[in-house]
Structure formats: structure tokens, C-alpha cells
């Protein structure tokens, strides 16, 4: 067979193996066998040392058209099977737009937290710092910082949860007070903070108790504070959180780490002060302890009494959401039903 019949059937065989390839690989394993470096054209044009010398000009010419049609074809083809491929995903991929999307759940902020935050804010507008003490509090920091010896009778009233003798799951968050008196530096100015975090009492739970429940502590000390300091600073707090109308009352208590030592109520916002179940028909809802700071306080702090003093408060910030927003059990702060937590949505409030 002579070289112009090898190159007409070469065109017929490698046009149909281009036409039969379906794959890109496959496509590319035509490329290498037709126009490759050791492809079959190569081949020919090795072979023209036994064509006569007449022909070659002419044999020359046919195979680098043919490599030119083979080449075309090879781009053509892989587009196609490109294309195909690229049909073929949108195929499969097709989504119906006018199909109602999927609800996004979002979550909602626990009120307990939206007043956490409220009060944090206020507080560090009026230049307090906000300190975090640790849930598994010391007998030392919880109760002997704070005036409270062991077999001191005041800590009947705060029986909690002890892990071992020395260390329990706080029952207040006053063990703070001692843990920042100790290290403040009153060469660098008065010290204010607030100290909010999770406290647990051995309690009966029921509308208005839990074992469990958060407080934010406060403590202002400088030279020549006052009760009337201490009064102004209550008032203020609660005018924040509960706007103007409520009522507030202080009744005389009794703290071991206070003296004077004093207890405020809000009025019920079921009841208006009428009485009902849930203020126990006395009309109020006490939410907070407060009082000017005991000396032997700071003394074990190691802080001069004759010099320094100021004030002290203790409030109940499951108390404070109840009676912001009107929540009637105490205890739907902890089951976390999601409707419950549903009414909370910032759009909601
Ligand atoms: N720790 C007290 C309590 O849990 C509250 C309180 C704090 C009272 C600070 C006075 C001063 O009841």
C-alpha cells in the first residue's frame, strides 16, 4: 500500500476514533495514538525516506493537513463531551426555586441572660468592673472572708451543696467581695464592682424558689460612702430595670457580712400589690440584700476599717426577670422549654 493509501485510511480510522470516543480520557488516548510524538502521522512522515523524492513535497503537505482536520476534531469532540458533562450536572443538580426554603430555627437569648447584660452594661457606665468568681467556691471565700466562722449560726440559712468539707457549690456570690477586697489597690481608687454568676441553695423549689438561680453581687469601697450612697444606687437600679411606676421598698435584715444591713422588695406585677399567690399575699417580691460592708469584712481583707468602708449588694436576677417580664414560675428558667425561650426574640420583646 502506498503512502497516499496509508493517509486516506489513517483519515477514515482516526475520524471514526474520534467520533467513538465518549470520555475525556479516552479522547485524549485518540490524541496520543493519532497525532503523538510516536502517533501514527509521525510514522508516516518517518517512512517518506522510501517515497520517491517527487511525491515527498505532496506527502508532506497531506500530513500536516490531516494532523490540522485530526487536531480540529480532537478540540471539537472534547468540547462536546465537556458540554455534556456540564449538561449533565445541571441536570442533576436542578433545583425548583419556587419551592418554600427551609426554616432557619434561631435561637433566643434567656431573659435571665438579657437582664445579666442590661446589668452589666449599667454598671460599667457607672464605672464599675465586672468580675467572675468560681462556682465551686471555698468555705474560706464563701463564708470565713465574709464573717461567717464555722458553726456561725446565719449559715443555716445558706445551706448548700458541699463537693468536700472545705469547697461547695457557692450559695452566694458574696465570697467575691472578699476575693477582689484582697487584691485591690486603693492607691489606684475606689473599688466598684459587680460579680454576677450561678448560685445554689438547698431549697424547697417552687413559683418563686429554686435550688439553683443567678445573682450579681456589687461592692463600692472608698472613704466617707454612705447609706444614702448605698439607698441612691438601689433606687437608681431598679428605676433601670423596672421603669419609674414600680414600687420599691428596703426593710431592715440581717446579714453577717452587713451592718446595716437591709433587704429591697418590688411590688408584685401580678398582683399590684394587692396579694396573690405569687407574692404569697404579702403584695411584694423581695429581690435583693444589700447593706454597708461589716468591718470584720474588710479587716480579713486586710483593709483599715477606720479608713475605708462602703456598701454591699446582693441581687436576685431570677427575681429581677420575673418581675420584668412578668413570668409567673421561677422554675421555666431551667426546663428550657423552647416556648418558653420562643418569647424572648428580640422582635418579640
Ligand atoms: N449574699 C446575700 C444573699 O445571698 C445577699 C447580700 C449580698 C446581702 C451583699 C448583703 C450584701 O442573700
Known amino acids: 500500500m502506498d503512502l497516499f493509501d496509508r493517509l ?11 467520533d467513538k470516543a465518549e470520555s475525556e480520557e479516552k479522547l485524549n488516548d485518540v490524541r496520543v495514538k493519532l497525532v503523538g510524538r510516536k502517533g501514527e502521522l509521525t510514522e508516516i512522515l518517518h517512512s517518506m525516506k522510501d517515497v520517491a523524492p517527487e511525491n515527498r513535497r505532496e506527502i508532506g503537505q497531506r500530513v500536516n493537513k490531516l494532523r490540522d482536520l485530526f487536531n480540529d476534531k480532537l478540540d471539537d469532540a472534547k468540547t462536546e463531551i465537556v458540554k455534556a458533562l456540564v449538561e449533565e450536572r445541571l441536570e442533576k443538580e436542578k433545583i425548583d426555586v419556587t419551592l418554600p426554603g427551609r426554616e432557619n430555627h434561631i435561637g433566643s437569648e434567656h431573659p435571665i441572660n438579657i437582664i445579666l447584660d442590661d446589668l452589666e452594661k449599667y454598671f460599667i457606665g457607672m464605672g464599675y468592673q465586672v468580675v467572675q468568681g468560681p462556682e ?4 474560706h471565700y464563701c463564708f470565713e472572708m465574709m464573717n461567717l466562722p464555722k458553726d456561725h449560726p446565719a449559715r443555716d440559712m445558706q445551706a448548700t451543696f458541699y463537693v468536700d468539707p472545705e469547697d461547695l457549690l457557692r450559695s452566694q456570690t458574696s465570697g467575691d467581695q472578699a476575693r477582689v477586697l484582697e487584691k485591690h489597690d486603693f492607691s489606684k481608687g475606689p473599688l466598684k464592682m459587680v460579680g454576677p454568676g450561678k448560685v445554689y441553695r438547698r431549697d424547697d423549689d417552687d413559683a ?15 472613704k ?15 428605676r433601670h430595670i423596672f421603669g419609674e411606676d414600680r414600687e420599691t421598698r428596703l426593710r431592715p435584715s440581717y446579714f453577717p457580712f452587713t451592718e446595716p ?15 396573690c399567690a405569687i407574692c404569697k399575699y404579702t403584695g411584694w417580691i423581695e429581690v435583693l440584700g444589700a447593706g454597708m460592708v461589716h468591718p470584720n469584712v474588710l479587716e480579713n481583707a486586710g483593709i483599715d476599717s477606720s ?15 420575673i418581675l420584668k417580664y412578668g413570668i409567673d414560675d421561677i422554675r421555666d428558667f431551667y426546663t428550657n422549654d423552647v416556648r418558653f425561650l420562643e418569647q424572648f426574640r428580640k422582635e418579640e420583646r
Not at 136 to 139: A, M, P, Q, V
Not at 261 to 267: A, G, K, L, R, T
Open 261 to 275: 444591713s437591709v433587704e429591697m422588695d418590688v411590688s408584685c406585677f401580678n398582683c399590684d400589690g394587692k396579694g
Open 307 to 321: 479608713v475605708y468602708g462602703g456598701f454591699a449588694f446582693g441581687v436576685g436576677l431570677d427575681r429581677f426577670a
Open 136 to 139: 465551686i467556691e471555698t468555705d
Open 208 to 222: 418563686t424558689h429554686s435550688h439553683q438561680f443567678m445573682q450579681m453581687e456589687g461592692l463600692v469601697i472608698d
Open 8 to 18: 486516506k485510511e489513517l483519515r477514515d480510522k482516526g475520524l471514526a476514533e474520534i
Open 224 to 238: 466617707n460612702v454612705t447609706m444614702g450612697d448605698l439607698k441612691g444606687t438601689l433606687e437608681l437600679l431598679t
